[in-house]
């Protein structure tokens, strides 16, 4: 039963990572700025850019964790690893 709450509250967070990097990757500037103080400061392809590495950072360690839990059968001992 744990396993699966762990699971709920993995992919939870990944969706908030997700939604907050949309919104900084698609909200317009002006409206972001009445909401964090340091958009105003940074230039708006900084923004951006943090919009979209926080989405990307999500697609990233899915890729890491998904396809070790998909495989069915095989132990990690009966991997070899270089």
């Known amino acids: 039963m744990l396993h699966i709450g762990l699971w709920v509250v993995q992919v939870l967070l990944a969706l908030s990572f ?9 909200t317009p ?4 700025a009445t909401n964090m103080a340091w958009v105003t400061a940074a230039p ?3 923004v951006r850019f943090v ?6 950072s999500v ?3 899915e890729g890491f964790a998904a396809p070790g839990s998909l495989v069915v059968g095989v132990s990690p001992d009966s ?4």
């Open 51 to 56: 919009g979209r590495m926080r989405a990307a």
């Open 59 to 61: 697609t990233s360690y």
């Open 44 to 46: 708006a392809a900084l």
């Open 29 to 32: 500037i002006d409206e972001l």
């Open 18 to 26: 997700c939604m907050a990097g949309a919104v900084k990757s698609l």
């Open 79 to 82: 991997v070899a690893w270089n």
